[in-house]
């Protein structure tokens, strides 16, 4: 499986981005993919995450009714809605996937074994 995440950018605060994840190759061995996020000097913390066959959905609490994730398996893409973002946002964000069940650590990074590139996102204050 490859993944390519696209969308980073900067964005003042308050403002809104789309970050998109097109996911290539054994697809259909994916159960979970997600969104994670690194800022510099910190580590990797999760974001989101969305069931690939049935759309159950998870957020970290410092998201929780800003971002909105979602997924189009015809397109084998997932995008992650980001609003009213704050500059405590700022980080590289990576997608990633896991063929494991969505109820198994779905906010453990490293139970993840597929990564895009990661795509920096920037709000100023």
């Known amino acids: 499986v490859q993944l390519q995440a696209s969308g980073g950018g900067l964005v003042q605060a308050e403002g809104s981005l789309r970050l998109s994840c097109a996911a290539s190759?054994?697809?259909?061995?994916?159960?979970?993919m997600g969104w994670f996020r690194q800022a510099p000097g910190k580590e990797r913390q999760f974001v989101s995450a969305i069931n690939w066959s049935g759309g159950s959905t998870a957020y970290a609490d410092s998201v929780k009714g800003r971002f909105t994730i979602s997924r189009d398996n015809a397109k084998n893409t997932m995008y992650l809605q980001m609003d009213s973002l704050k500059p405590e946002d700022t980080a590289v964000y990576y997608c990633?996937?896991?063929?494991?069940?969505?109820?198994?650590?779905?906010?453990?990074?490293?139970?993840?074994?597929?990564w895009g590139q990661g795509t920096h996102v920037t709000v100023s204050s």
């Open positions: 990633a996937a896991k063929n494991t069940p969505f109820t198994y650590q779905v906010g453990a990074a490293i139970r993840y074994r597929y």
């Open positions: 190759g054994r697809t259909r061995s994916i159960d979970v």
